[in-house]
């Protein structure tokens, strides 16, 4: 997680059930566009809810799973 801060993300969660690696959820900004479009990170789900529509984005690092939304 220090690694990420350093990098200028924000981190907003981390999450450990014990069934699958270890999450941390980003808060979606430009840096997290710049890995999707880089190829270094994949959308991994979409949808609608009562707040519109969202996109979740992930990619593996330090075996972590790095997550964000965007809205």
């Known amino acids: ?17 014990g069934y699958s690696r270890p999450t941390i959820t980003l808060l979606h900004d430009r840096r997290c566009d710049a890995l999707h479009k880089k190829g270094h990170a994949v959308r991994y789900a979409l949808g609608t809810d009562h707040q519109g529509r969202w996109e979740k984005y992930q990619f593996l690092q330090d075996n972590c799973r790095i997550t964000w939304e965007v809205r």
């Not at 220090?2 to 924000?10: A, R």
């Open 1 to 17: 997680m220090d690694n990420l801060s350093q990098e200028g993300f924000t981190v907003s969660q981390f999450t450990v059930d």
